[in-house]
């Protein structure tokens, strides 16, 4: 892997860190749903100070550059996070549904007035 991606790699992972650390201290963001970013940050770390472990992986898998098999690993988990998200969402805007048409029937009651 070469000198400029490992650093780069170094570089990202630390500012994520530092970015993720700065909103949990505003009380923009929780603990439980910074750790994800926390251990991805933390992953990419490990490969770039270690890069034997993503150069063997990607020799395992057939993928010619160990780069491309960690871009590769950052895509699948960041699209992995998005479907998790969007799961949420979409129950959340179904339980605000119901709790809006609920909040309408108490409001005007069966009567309707």
């Known amino acids: 892997m070469a000198t400029t991606l490992r650093i780069l790699l170094i570089v990202s992972a630390l500012m994520v860190t530092a970015f993720v650390a700065r909103r949990i201290r505003k009380g923009q963001f929780s603990v439980g749903d910074s ?36 871009f590769l690993v950052v895509i699948a988990l960041l699209l992995i996070r998005e479907f998790t ?6 129950q959340l805007r179904s339980k605000l549904t119901t709790l809006v048409q609920e909040m309408a029937l108490d409001e005007h009651g069966p009567e309707g007035r």
């Open 85 to 90: 998200l969007q799961m949420s969402l979409s």
């Open 35 to 70: 750790l994800f970013w926390l251990i991805l940050s933390f992953s990419i770390l490990l490969s770039a100070i270690f890069p034997g472990v993503p150069i063997a992986l990607s020799q395992m898998l057939g993928i010619t550059s160990p780069s491309n098999f960690v």
